[in-house]
């Protein structure tokens, strides 16, 4: 049991290290608001807010704990997680913990009996770190033998008591049990038994009680990078805790079944008992079932047998409440507390079914065992209610001819006290054995033992002894009574009894009554703790578990215990429920604690943006093979190598991993079906690696070694990898899910093992279907089941792999006759068979194996042969001949390359191979690992170490590292950056700066930053000169100004007129083209042509087309006159005219020629100066109004009062249409020269308007 230091931070900031002697764990409070705080306000002062903190997991030699000091009284054992209690946030430490169970070898439970909730956020607690159980009577201790604090009296005043001070009593209490070795939420037979360290984000959450606490550390670990992932599991800190119980009690040599006289080590015997949290509470708080279909009390007990000689006995066993919704409330009278039924059993039956078919997923076959009383009201409408939804559940269709064969719950109504009533007493529960036995038979148990294997290398033969699953568990007994307590626990006292009598009669094993009364005490002392968890006392009738009679003073306890119970029920369970949601984070407003480590989130997303630069990819080959070998055993001495090694591309000769799936290894027999038997998987192993290794030899390649091989009573699983491969191969596991017999035998069923090949997941999957012609609903249901039902270590299923392929006998038929397949099978009609092949209309149809492809079949139909020929079966059954023998794929990375039989004629089956080509991944760790080095140290340095920057104040680095401000609660000073009322101290302004000054941030990435897009931040944009030009000369002068462009051959002179502009013309993207525009006085000036949402000074006037011809003469005396006229000063506001123009259609953009300007940034030559202002004739159409003229008179401007720039008189008519769309090359003016006829964008043409490509239409405001 490793311990860790805890350590505490007091200055600047507080903070709290958990430190192994390699690692450390560092926490620390941020008093930032809540989550959506760095980007929205908040709508509510009163919402409630997901308190923060910073958490930070590295080695030792990069974290500097030099200023923390550590608490020297307290030995930690690891942490269950956090939590926030009155707005303060508590780290939940294990300080006390005590073996109580040692399950096998390296296999080790501790109980924990001490807590400690150290403070993040605050210091006010500190001196009641030290609070322990007193087990001295003094005037500073509750009545359960915690101190109250500071040394002071129950009377006395101002008593600080710690505000977690009920959830320590509760986790102190002796029922919650955590262990390092192994996963503790799950049965034996769902353990990986290779796993060398616990995942804790593997565990099952159903029995996983600091769920809700240690959920932000277990999303804090899935950020981290593999190694400091299998660092963290490996140091311990981060604890699972179940409740329940759990013990285990030796076995001598004299009084264990099993002897070792060799080794003299003693037995074992474990009894674990695991409470669901997922309807948690007391006696009168809990009852029946939710909407999700967890019910009240369900408890999962497994018995577990272990022998030195390597062979361990599991077996497992449930109870729960009545799964219907009804309530019960508490009494002062035992007994008569009455229940109510609150739903209909129409609005019942889908919660019901949630909870059978959950319990059916993960144990098997069910059979119910109700203890309730015919003879009370209340029990009684629970039962028939109970007996209704089991009828009509899905798991009990009928099949065909009203069939009881599929039927996957049984029940037994039992009447406890009605058959306990007798002189026999609680011995008479025993017989209850006779209604059960049937269905202990078909369950089994799960049974492993320790197997011999030779293993070949490098040319010489290695024994190796490994745990083999022999036998799995394929059915569960579901208990209950009306509180599942008492009458509950001495049945399953006797159930568990019934199933290691039945492991050691086929061991041919008998026990003796020392064994036996140790069994009955583990039972006894489990009831107990279950009962006070629920009920607050031990178990009624314990005496009669314990000792096997009802004695006085077992009689008196009883009472004794039921009028406490009364007490507690009434009195006390409201407190302990409230506890216990506030354990669960169950309580209204409850929020986990938030955590985020910013430097390694980004250095996560960065290698992952990078991944490119450390990974390779490598083209592998892989041949899978499946064969139903019928029980033979003749074909050991046959050639395999037309099915093994085909006649094949050479590149597909000698491929990387072989996979073989063998049905029907042994005959199935009723004997048979029940257990393992490896000699007959071993034997076959060795004929294929001869055949292999024989083959490798003629190619020059290296020999082939057995990786792992696993098998289901008659389905068995072999991989084989070239010894090349072995240093790429990792985490190799194995499982099994039976289907046979509705899962309650192995004649039908599953074997997987999968792999990561260098960085790529592969799992091959063999498996035996259900057999028979019209089964192909159950051959699909089958399918589901093993998907589904099957699980590797870390909860993986077959479907969280890359690659995926599946071999085996599928059963699926052809749907033709006998007669018309057999001649189709003559003409090689593949074709038509294929069209009406089960698998394929079923796949098709989307009804199994979902997303996965199967290559041409190119052979004929593999079943049934008559043995030693080619012939199909020509016995009095006849069966229709079918491709019962397949492989399935599924995978990105996988291409197949070759789908064919073999013709071995020893089976009346002809094994099927098929070759594959597998793309998979190769990280390069160390260059992994550099990079990672390399980013956090630069990230690190961006952030300051944690530390304000140069001219930054403290709250400057809040946003990313979090903020601690003077006084708890009180938000940061406003300064010129951040404004205090604004959530988590977000800047005012934006602080990102561009990379350089060539870029601008990209205008095509969407507004939301939370969107994911392609597209990057920034994108470099070229520009003009960086040097901003010079204001345009005062009108009436004739001073010239270069322009000065940073390519040499477009650099020229041009002269500025006079000309009065308060924005500059917009740059518009399309910047081919400048125009020189002439103005009255004579003068040029630089105008983009191609601009129709320039910004000007002059008020509305009209465009003018550009040409060469001369103006009409009355326009060259208003030429005159104005160049009379001084210019007015220019404005130092705009025009209100400008600022708000009602007959505006849409707004302008901002001007941009004055904005970071670059001087990379070119221009075209300007076309030549226009030859005359006069419009030619013309014809406009707007909105249903025509205007014909050919010199149109302009109109005095009407009196209005205007602040500057007004227009000469004369030059404007108020009254004449508004100007028309700028020209636009494909507009219909020609080439920016308007000597022609100048055609409106508004007629009717239609190659006029196909040429405004998508251009909007302008239209003036009447």
């Not at 049937?438 to 320790?450: I, N, R, V």
């Given at each position: 049991?490793?311990?860790?230091?805890?350590?505490?931070?007091?200055?600047?900031?507080?903070?709290?290290?958990?430190?192994?002697?390699?690692?450390?764990?560092?926490?620390?409070?941020?008093?930032?608001?809540?989550?959506?705080?760095?980007?929205?306000?908040?709508?509510?002062?009163?919402?409630?807010?997901?308190?923060?903190?910073?958490?930070?997991?590295?080695?030792?030699?990069?974290?500097?704990?030099?200023?923390?000091?550590?608490?020297?009284?307290?030995?930690?054992?690891?942490?269950?997680?956090?939590?926030?209690?009155?707005?303060?946030?508590?780290?939940?430490?294990?300080?006390?913990?005590?073996?109580?169970?040692?399950?096998?070898?390296?296999?080790?439970?501790?109980?924990?009996?001490?807590?400690?909730?150290?403070?993040?956020?605050?210091?006010?607690?500190?001196?009641?770190?030290?609070?322990?159980?007193?087990?001295?009577?003094?005037?500073?201790?509750?009545?359960?033998?915690?101190?109250?604090?500071?040394?002071?009296?129950?009377?006395?005043?101002?008593?600080?008591?710690?505000?977690?001070?009920?959830?320590?009593?509760?986790?102190?209490?002796?029922?919650?049990?955590?262990?390092?070795?192994?996963?503790?939420?799950?049965?034996?037979?769902?353990?990986?038994?290779?796993?060398?360290?616990?995942?804790?984000?593997?565990?099952?959450?159903?029995?996983?009680?600091?769920?809700?606490?240690?959920?932000?550390?277990?999303?804090?670990?899935?950020?981290?990078?593999?190694?400091?992932?299998?660092?963290?599991?490996?140091?311990?800190?981060?604890?699972?805790?179940?409740?329940?119980?759990?013990?285990?009690?030796?076995?001598?040599?004299?009084?264990?079944?099993?002897?070792?006289?060799?080794?003299?080590?003693?037995?074992?015997?474990?009894?674990?008992?695991?409470?669901?949290?997922?309807?948690?509470?007391?006696?009168?708080?809990?009852?029946?079932?939710?909407?999700?279909?967890?019910?009240?009390?369900?408890?999962?007990?497994?018995?577990?047998?272990?022998?030195?000689?390597?062979?361990?006995?599991?077996?497992?066993?449930?109870?729960?409440?009545?799964?219907?919704?009804?309530?019960?409330?508490?009494?002062?009278?035992?007994?008569?507390?009455?229940?109510?039924?609150?739903?209909?059993?129409?609005?019942?039956?889908?919660?019901?079914?949630?909870?059978?078919?959950?319990?059916?997923?993960?144990?098997?076959?069910?059979?119910?065992?109700?203890?309730?009383?015919?003879?009370?009201?209340?029990?009684?409408?629970?039962?028939?209610?109970?007996?209704?939804?089991?009828?009509?559940?899905?798991?009990?269709?009928?099949?065909?001819?009203?069939?009881?064969?599929?039927?996957?719950?049984?029940?037994?109504?039992?009447?406890?006290?009605?058959?306990?009533?007798?002189?026999?007493?609680?011995?008479?529960?025993?017989?209850?054995?006779?209604?059960?036995?049937?269905?202990?038979?078909?369950?089994?148990?799960?049974?492993?033992?320790?197997?011999?294997?030779?293993?070949?290398?490098?040319?010489?033969?290695?024994?190796?002894?490994?745990?083999?699953?022999i036998l799995q568990q394929e059915g569960v007994f579901r208990t209950n009574c009306l509180d599942c307590l008492d009458r509950t626990n001495l049945v399953q006292t006797i159930i568990s009894k019934l199933a290691l009598q039945l492991f050691l009669s086929h061991k041919s094993l008998r026990?003796?009554?020392?064994?036996?009364?140790?069994?009955?005490?583990?039972?006894?002392?489990?009831?107990?703790?279950?009962?006070?968890?629920?009920?607050?006392?031990?178990?009624?009738?314990?005496?009669?578990?314990?000792?096997?009679?009802?004695?006085?003073?077992?009689?008196?306890?009883?009472?004794?215990?039921?009028?406490?119970?009364?007490?507690?029920?009434?009195?006390?369970?409201?407190?302990?429920?409230?506890?216990?949601?506030?354990?669960?984070?169950?309580?209204?407003?409850?929020?986990?604690?938030?955590?985020?480590?910013?430097?390694?989130?980004?250095?996560?997303?960065?290698?992952?943006?990078?991944?490119?630069?450390?990974?390779?990819?490598?083209?592998?080959?892989?041949?899978?093979?499946?064969?139903?070998?019928?029980?033979?055993?003749?074909?050991?001495?046959?050639?395999?190598?037309?099915?093994?090694?085909?006649?094949?591309?050479?590149?597909?000769?000698?491929?990387?991993?072989?996979?073989?799936?063998?049905?029907?290894?042994?005959?199935?027999?009723?004997?048979?079906?029940?257990?393992?038997?490896?000699?007959?998987?071993?034997?076959?192993?060795?004929?294929?690696?001869?055949?292999?290794?024989?083959?490798?030899?003629?190619?020059?390649?290296?020999?082939?070694?057995?990786?792992?091989?696993?098998?289901?009573?008659?389905?068995?699983?072999?991989?084989?990898?070239?010894?090349?491969?072995?240093?790429?191969?990792?985490?190799?596991?194995?499982?099994?899910?039976?289907?046979?017999?509705?899962?309650?035998?192995?004649?039908?069923?599953?074997?997987?093992?999968?792999?990561?090949?260098?960085?790529?997941?592969?799992?091959?999957?063999?498996?035996?279907?259900?057999?028979?012609?019209?089964?192909?609903?159950?051959?699909?249901?089958?399918?589901?089941?093993?998907?589904?039902?099957?699980?590797?270590?870390?909860?993986?299923?077959?479907?969280?792999?890359?690659?995926?392929?599946?071999?085996?006998?599928?059963?699926?038929?052809?749907?033709?006759?006998?007669?018309?397949?057999?001649?189709?099978?003559?003409?090689?009609?593949?074709?038509?068979?294929?069209?009406?092949?089960?698998?394929?209309?079923?796949?098709?149809?989307?009804?199994?194996?979902?997303?996965?492809?199967?290559?041409?079949?190119?052979?004929?139909?593999?079943?049934?042969?008559?043995?030693?020929?080619?012939?199909?079966?020509?016995?009095?059954?006849?069966?229709?001949?079918?491709?019962?023998?397949?492989?399935?794929?599924?995978?990105?990375?996988?291409?197949?390359?070759?789908?064919?039989?073999?013709?071995?004629?020893?089976?009346?089956?002809?094994?099927?191979?098929?070759?594959?080509?597998?793309?998979?991944?190769?990280?390069?760790?160390?260059?992994?690992?550099?990079?990672?080095?390399?980013?956090?140290?630069?990230?690190?340095?961006?952030?300051?170490?944690?530390?304000?920057?140069?001219?930054?104040?403290?709250?400057?680095?809040?946003?990313?590292?979090?903020?601690?401000?003077?006084?708890?609660?009180?938000?940061?000073?406003?300064?010129?950056?951040?404004?205090?009322?604004?959530?988590?101290?977000?800047?005012?302004?934006?602080?990102?700066?561009?990379?350089?000054?060539?870029?601008?941030?990209?205008?095509?990435?969407?507004?939301?930053?939370?969107?994911?897009?392609?597209?990057?931040?920034?994108?470099?944009?070229?520009?003009?000169?960086?040097?901003?030009?010079?204001?345009?000369?005062?009108?009436?002068?004739?001073?010239?100004?270069?322009?000065?462009?940073?390519?040499?051959?477009?650099?020229?002179?041009?002269?500025?007129?006079?000309?009065?502009?308060?924005?500059?013309?917009?740059?518009?993207?399309?910047?081919?083209?400048?125009?020189?525009?002439?103005?009255?006085?004579?003068?040029?000036?630089?105008?983009?042509?191609?601009?129709?949402?320039?910004?000007?000074?002059?008020?509305?006037?009209?465009?003018?087309?550009?040409?060469?011809?001369?103006?009409?003469?009355?326009?060259?005396?208003?030429?005159?006159?104005?160049?009379?006229?001084?210019?007015?000063?220019?404005?130092?506001?705009?025009?209100?005219?400008?600022?708000?123009?009602?007959?505006?259609?849409?707004?302008?953009?901002?001007?941009?020629?004055?904005?970071?300007?670059?001087?990379?940034?070119?221009?075209?030559?300007?076309?030549?100066?226009?030859?005359?202002?006069?419009?030619?004739?013309?014809?406009?159409?707007?909105?249903?109004?025509?205007?014909?003229?050919?010199?149109?008179?302009?109109?005095?401007?009407?009196?209005?009062?205007?602040?500057?720039?007004?227009?000469?008189?004369?030059?404007?008519?108020?009254?004449?249409?508004?100007?028309?769309?700028?020209?636009?090359?494909?507009?219909?003016?020609?080439?920016?020269?308007?000597?022609?006829?100048?055609?409106?964008?508004?007629?009717?043409?239609?190659?006029?308007?196909?040429?405004?490509?998508?251009?909007?239409?302008?239209?003036?405001?009447?």
């Amino acid at each position: 049991m490793s311990s860790v230091r805890v350590l505490i931070k007091d200055y600047p900031h507080r903070a709290i290290a958990l430190a192994t002697p390699t690692h450390a764990l560092v926490l620390r409070h941020s008093s930032a608001g809540p989550d959506n705080g760095a980007y929205n306000s908040s709508t509510s002062l009163n919402a409630p807010a997901s308190a923060r903190c910073i958490v930070n997991f590295a080695s030792l030699s990069s974290i500097d704990l030099s200023s923390y000091r550590a608490l020297h009284s307290v030995t930690a054992y690891g942490t269950l997680g956090l939590i926030t209690v009155n707005n303060d946030v508590f780290l939940v430490v294990v300080n006390g913990a005590r073996k109580v169970a040692d399950v096998r070898p390296g296999e080790s439970i501790q109980r924990i009996h001490g807590v400690g909730f150290y403070c993040l956020s605050s210091s006010s607690y500190d001196s009641l770190l030290n609070d322990e159980v007193n087990p001295y009577p003094t005037d500073t201790v509750d009545e359960e033998g915690f101190e109250l604090g500071f040394g002071k009296g129950k009377g006395a005043d101002g008593v600080l008591e710690h505000p977690c001070l009920a959830l320590k009593k509760l986790l102190s209490g002796g029922s919650f049990y955590y262990s390092n070795d192994f996963d503790l939420t799950r049965r034996l037979q769902e353990r990986n038994t290779d796993a060398a360290t616990v995942s804790i984000d593997s565990l099952d959450a159903g029995f996983l009680w600091n769920s809700y606490m240690i959920q932000p550390l277990v999303d804090f670990r899935s950020r981290l990078a593999p190694r400091e992932k299998q660092a963290l599991d490996q140091s311990g800190i981060l604890t699972s805790a179940i409740r329940g119980f759990a013990l285990t009690v030796t076995v001598p040599t004299s009084s264990s079944p099993v002897r070792s006289p060799r080794s003299g080590l003693p037995s074992s015997m474990t009894l674990i008992s695991r409470l669901s949290c997922r309807r948690a509470g007391t006696r009168f708080n809990a009852r029946g079932m939710d909407d999700d279909g967890n019910v009240a009390n369900f408890v999962e007990s497994e018995t577990i047998f272990w022998a030195p000689t390597g062979l361990c006995f599991s077996y497992t066993q449930v109870r729960g409440s009545v799964p219907v919704f009804w309530e019960q409330a508490a009494g002062l009278l035992p007994g008569q507390q009455k229940i109510t039924i609150t739903r209909s059993p129409e609005a019942t039956q889908p919660a019901f079914d949630k909870h059978f078919e959950s319990l059916e997923l993960s144990y098997g076959a069910l059979h119910v065992v109700n203890l309730m009383s015919n003879e009370k009201q209340n029990e009684i409408e629970l039962t028939h209610r109970y007996r209704h939804h089991i009828q009509y559940s899905p798991l009990n269709e009928r099949g065909e001819k009203n069939s009881r064969e599929h039927e996957l719950i049984k029940l037994t109504e039992y009447d406890f006290h009605a058959e306990t009533r007798g002189p026999g007493g609680y011995e008479s529960a025993s017989m209850i054995s006779q209604w059960i036995q049937d269905s202990a038979d078909s369950f089994a148990y799960t049974l492993l033992e320790e197997v011999e294997e030779r293993v070949r290398s490098n040319g010489q033969d290695y024994i190796v002894r490994r745990p083999a699953t022999i036998l799995q568990q394929e059915g569960v007994f579901r208990t209950n009574c009306l509180d599942c307590l008492d009458r509950t626990n001495l049945v399953q006292t006797i159930i568990s009894k019934l199933a290691l009598q039945l492991f050691l009669s086929h061991k041919s094993l008998r026990a003796n009554q020392d064994f036996w009364t140790r069994h009955s005490t583990m039972w006894a002392d489990n009831g107990d703790a279950l009962s006070r968890i629920y009920a607050g006392t031990g178990a009624l009738k314990s005496s009669f578990t314990r000792h096997g009679k009802m004695s006085l003073a077992g009689a008196l306890a009883d009472a004794r215990k039921s009028v406490t119970r009364t007490y507690i029920n009434n009195f006390a369970d409201k407190g302990r429920q409230n506890t216990i949601d506030m354990l669960l984070g169950r309580l209204m407003g409850q929020l986990p604690v938030h955590l985020f480590d910013p430097i390694n989130d980004h250095v996560v997303a960065e290698l992952t943006r990078r991944s490119s630069e450390y990974t390779q990819t490598e083209v592998i080959h892989m041949l899978a093979g499946t064969f139903n070998l019928n029980g033979k055993t003749i074909g050991l001495q046959e050639d395999l190598s037309s099915w093994l090694c085909p006649d094949v591309d050479p590149s597909q000769q000698c491929p990387e991993i072989v996979a073989v799936g063998f049905q029907e290894i042994v005959e199935l027999s009723p004997q048979q079906i029940m257990s393992t038997d490896p000699a007959r998987r071993q034997a076959w192993e060795a004929a294929v690696r001869d055949c292999l290794n024989e083959n490798a030899a003629r190619h020059g390649k290296e020999e082939y070694v057995l990786l792992r091989g696993g098998q289901l009573v008659g389905a068995s699983l072999s991989v084989f990898v070239r010894a090349a491969s072995l240093k790429l191969i990792k985490n190799v596991e194995g499982s099994l899910k039976k289907t046979g017999m509705s899962g309650m035998a192995g004649n039908k069923g599953a074997v997987a093992i999968r792999m990561d090949y260098a960085n790529t997941s592969i799992c091959f999957v063999t498996a035996h279907l259900a057999a028979g012609f019209a089964n192909y609903e159950e051959r699909n249901r089958d399918y589901k089941t093993i998907s589904h039902g099957l699980r590797f270590q870390r909860n993986r299923s077959i479907e969280d792999h890359d690659t995926v392929v599946w071999l085996g006998d599928f059963n699926y038929r052809i749907g033709l006759s006998n007669e018309k397949v057999q001649k189709l099978c003559h003409v090689s009609d593949l074709e038509t068979m294929y069209e009406n092949d089960q698998l394929n209309l079923q796949m098709v149809a989307g009804l199994t194996f979902p997303y996965y492809s199967e290559a041409r079949i190119t052979f004929l139909p593999t079943y049934k042969y008559d043995i030693g020929t080619d012939t199909y079966d020509t016995s009095e059954k006849a069966r229709i001949p079918a491709w019962c023998d397949r492989v399935l794929r599924k995978g990105d990375n996988i291409r197949q390359i070759n789908y064919d039989c073999a013709p071995l004629r020893f089976s009346d089956h002809r094994p099927v191979y098929a070759t594959f080509q597998c793309l998979i991944s190769k990280i390069d760790e160390k260059k992994k690992e550099a990079m990672s080095e390399d980013i956090y140290e630069k990230r690190r340095e961006a952030a300051g170490d944690m530390r304000p920057g140069e001219g930054m104040d403290e709250s400057d680095d809040d946003d990313l590292l979090g903020y601690e401000s003077v006084e708890p609660g009180l938000p940061p000073a406003s300064s010129d950056r951040r404004k205090w009322w604004l959530d988590n101290g977000v800047p005012a302004r934006s602080r990102v700066q561009p990379p350089s000054n060539d870029f601008i941030p990209n205008p095509k990435k969407p507004s939301n930053p939370f969107t994911p897009s392609p597209e990057p931040d920034w994108v470099d944009v070229k520009r003009i000169g960086s040097q901003k030009p010079e204001p345009p000369p005062a009108r009436g002068t004739a001073r010239a100004r270069t322009l000065d462009f940073s390519n040499p051959d477009q650099t020229r002179q041009q002269k500025i007129p006079a000309r009065k502009l308060v924005a500059p013309p917009y740059i518009s993207s399309n910047n081919s083209s400048f125009a020189s525009v002439s103005n009255l006085d004579g003068s040029t000036d630089l105008k983009r042509s191609a601009s129709s949402a320039s910004t000007y000074s002059l008020p509305n006037l009209p465009r003018r087309p550009v040409n060469q011809q001369p103006q009409p003469p009355r326009f060259s005396n208003l030429t005159k006159e104005l160049a009379r006229k001084p210019a007015p000063p220019i404005p130092t506001k705009k025009p209100a005219l400008f600022t708000s123009n009602p007959s505006t259609a849409s707004p302008s953009p901002p001007p941009q020629r004055y904005r970071d300007e670059s001087p990379e940034r070119t221009y075209p030559q300007p076309p030549p100066q226009r030859r005359s202002m006069a419009p030619p004739p013309h014809h406009i159409e707007r909105r249903g109004i025509q205007t014909q003229s050919q010199y149109q008179d302009i109109s005095p401007i009407e009196a209005r009062p205007r602040r500057a720039m007004a227009p000469p008189p004369n030059l404007i008519d108020a009254t004449e249409e508004k100007p028309t769309l700028p020209p636009r090359t494909g507009t219909g003016f020609s080439g920016g020269s308007n000597g022609g006829r100048a055609r409106s964008l508004m007629d009717d043409e239609p190659d006029e308007m196909d040429n405004l490509k998508g251009w909007e239409v302008l239209r003036p405001v009447r």
